[in-house]
């Protein structure tokens, strides 16, 4: 893993950084604020609820720290968290997804200011949606959230991704505030927005936003493949075609405060058009598929202390998606397909304060899909869903126990009986357990575990789409366990200020696996369960904070190790081999050096080799890939408005690397952005 471009790199930090560090010797600011680590586990706080301590805490980048990343979208970000493979088809334009822990991108949840987004057709959710500019924390759950005071849909999932928008915050005296940012940088990218926050009365506030995104997504890429003897088949330098994003979103929101309690309601609306930049495949360089997405939903959430004893949360939603693939290409066959999503939901949860150290909580959720297409012979199938959870949480001195147990019923019918027979009824109970044992006494040292048993149903497509779906399918079951420590101290040294320590052991089986299977003299597909998939796994975080004169510095660093093996027919010639582009060995660092408004951001992203298919021989070998990325910025105050200049440089070193086989990434790019604030 070492290189001499790397080393080079770290010499030219550790100058600007001394750099940095005599002219503040010069200049200086004694009030300036000490950093802590960009990436930190850190505490939710409930507003009207007793604040509790989350029992295993997250991975959570939030606020400046979160700006300050050479990154565009939330699926950009994740990349820095431990045990994430971000899926990256390429370029802006390319579909981003997460798998977290090997278990598949299916099993993680994501959940938008605490409601979870959905698609009930392939069961993905595309992050490359969801922009950074009015985002205010993205955190990481491996299990669940530890905090019981929630929707029994947060029991759901094998992890969670939340992701919490802005709330409005206003400057004394002032009831709005306004920031117009441009974007622009390579790939033609044209990328404005603009964020409105308005106080409307004393406990009421407003935040509007709206973000344009244009790129033509052409890139130059090279394209090579060796032979089995070494010598090579094809080196051939193209530029990337059919990768071109013109996209528009709007939220806006309303936020209250009330006595005990406070409420928000948020709207969202996205539209986009974009070429699929296809494979790679044979020196064919541009493909003839597009694809328009519409998505819109509003969401709701009330929450009150009514007692010491009792508090209420109640939330609903309903979204409406749009879709439209087209596949025109003459050496294909045609097609133009569109399709609907709709989905409602409402959840009511219960808090029960028994004591100081002992609360209970129940919830009811109920959620309504359906689904509609223009396929021949489609389906159309409804599924109705109905949760109950039930939870306990034990905070003692230096223990902290929780455990839930959810049930999950689920009804399907579909419109169309004489071609298709729904899907069973289902019915699942899944528990779960955490605990948290502070040595000490304080928080600084932790011994942290949990067990989850959790299932992921199904999708519209696994079990309905024509000719291929398997309307007997059973859900695909997942045991995770999870035992680790951490660790964290102020140092109050003249040099370092703060060290933090994080490591997780972890072992995941996933049982019933759905995969897609060849059947008949015709190569149909049909959808089967088959697959048992096991995961050991190693993370290891930590963080340093220190200052030399003026400079405030901080480093984070992750490694993160997995074995995931199928174990599923010892026939098999894969068996016990490692999945599909799952690497074992995986590196990120990221480095900030802050002083007087200046910003020196520098990441480094390893993946380790990997197979791009189940059998893992030299004919589906993927090589490591690593990127070096950096930015330079300077927030600037000029009577009342705030101004900020950035410049991004990533990919430094131009190395050409694939995430997924087929799907070249760009080189070095950049990107310039202006901000200003009143």
Not at 137 to 146: K, P, T
Not at 332 to 345: G, M, S
Not at 391 to 408: D, E, H, I, M, P
Request: aromatic residues 14%.
């Amino acid at each position: 893993m070492k290189h001499p471009k790397c080393s080079a790199l770290v010499v030219a930090l550790m100058l600007l950084t001394n750099v940095f560090a005599q002219a503040a010797a010069v200049i200086g600011n004694d009030n300036e604020e000490k950093f802590l680590d960009s990436i930190m586990s850190i505490q939710e706080v409930e507003v009207v609820a007793n604040k509790r301590p989350e029992i295993i805490r997250p991975q959570t980048l939030a606020g400046a720290d979160l700006q300050r990343l050479n990154s565009r979208s939330v699926a950009d970000a994740l990349r820095y968290f431990s045990g994430v493979q971000l899926k990256d088809y390429g370029g802006i334009g390319g579909i981003k997804t997460v798998n977290i822990r090997s278990m598949g991108t299916n099993h993680v949840g994501v959940f938008y200011n605490g409601i979870q987004l959905g698609n009930a057709q392939n069961g993905q959710v595309d992050l490359g949606r969801y922009s950074l500019d009015n985002i205010e924390a993205i955190s990481l759950y491996n299990g669940q959230r530890s905090n019981i005071f929630q929707s029994a849909k947060d029991f759901s999932s094998s992890s969670a991704i939340y992701i919490n928008t802005k709330r409005p915050h206003f400057a004394d005296g002032k009831n709005y505030r306004v920031s117009v940012q441009m974007r622009t940088g390579s790939f033609g990218l044209a990328n404005p927005s603009v964020v409105w926050d308005q106080r409307l009365t004393d406990k009421i506030s407003m935040s509007a936003n709206a973000e344009y995104t244009y790129a033509n997504g052409r890139y130059k890429f090279r394209y090579t493949r060796k032979q089995l003897d070494g010598n090579i088949a094809y080196d051939t330098t193209a530029t990337r075609q059919n990768g071109d994003v013109e996209a528009l979103r709007t939220e806006l929101g309303f936020y209250g405060y009330l006595a005990n309690g406070r409420w928000n309601l948020n709207g969202y609306f996205y539209t986009s058009e974009r070429g699929i930049p296809g494979a790679i495949v044979n020196n064919v360089f541009r493909r003839g598929e597009r694809q328009w997405d519409k998505s819109a939903f509003g969401q709701g959430a009330f929450e009150k202390k009514f007692s010491d004893l009792y508090s209420l949360k109640v939330s609903g939603k309903f979204a409406w998606d749009y879709s439209r693939y087209l596949r025109d290409d003459p050496k294909e066959l045609y097609l133009n397909n569109h399709y609907y999503q709709k989905e409602a939901y409402v959840s009511i949860s219960n808090l029960f304060n028994i004591t100081d150290w002992w609360s209970a909580s129940a919830a009811a959720d109920l959620q309504w899909n359906t689904m509609d297409a223009d396929l021949t012979d489609f389906s159309y199938p409804t599924r109705w869903t109905q949760l109950a959870a039930i939870a306990t949480a034990f905070n003692y001195k230096r223990v902290s126990l929780q455990a839930s147990l959810l049930g999950t019923f689920i009804q399907e019918s579909t419109r169309s009986r004489k071609l298709y027979t729904a899907s069973p009824n289902k019915r699942e109970l899944s528990p779960a357990a955490f605990f948290n044992y502070r040595p000490t006494g304080s928080d600084r040292f932790e011994i942290y575990g949990f067990f989850k048993k959790i299932f992921r149903m199904p999708t519209f497509n696994d079990l309905y789409y024509t000719e291929i779906g398997n309307a007997n399918l059973e859900p695909e079951y997942t045991y995770q366990y999870d035992i680790g420590f951490s660790f964290n101290r102020p140092l109050g040294h003249k040099v370092f200020d703060f060290v933090a320590l994080k490591a997780d052991a972890y072992y995941n089986t996933v049982k019933n696996k759905i995969i897609a299977y060849p059947t008949g003299k015709q190569f149909r597909w049909t959808m089967i369960n088959l697959g048992r998939v096991r995961i050991a796994g190693l993370e290891v975080s930590g963080d340093v904070a220190a200052h030399i004169g003026k400079v405030n510095m901080k480093l984070h660093t992750q490694y993160t190790f997995q074995r995931a093996r199928d174990y599923t027919n010892p026939n098999d010639t894969f068996y016990g081999d490692q999945i599909p582009y799952i690497p074992r060995h995986s590196v990120s660092v990221s480095y900030n050096a802050n002083w007087h408004g200046w910003d020196l951001n520098y990441s480094f992203i390893y993946t380790g080799e990997r197979y791009n298919e189940q059998e893992n021989n030299r004919y589906n070998y993927e090589p490591p890939w690593y990127t070096h990325d950096m930015s330079l910025s300077k927030d600037f105050k000029i009577g009342m408005v705030q101004l900020c200049i950035a410049g991004e440089l990533n990919n430094v070193f131009n190395q050409a690397y694939e995430v997924i086989h087929n799907y070249p990434m760009p080189g070095r790019n950049f990107r310039l952005t202006a901000k200003v604030t009143i």
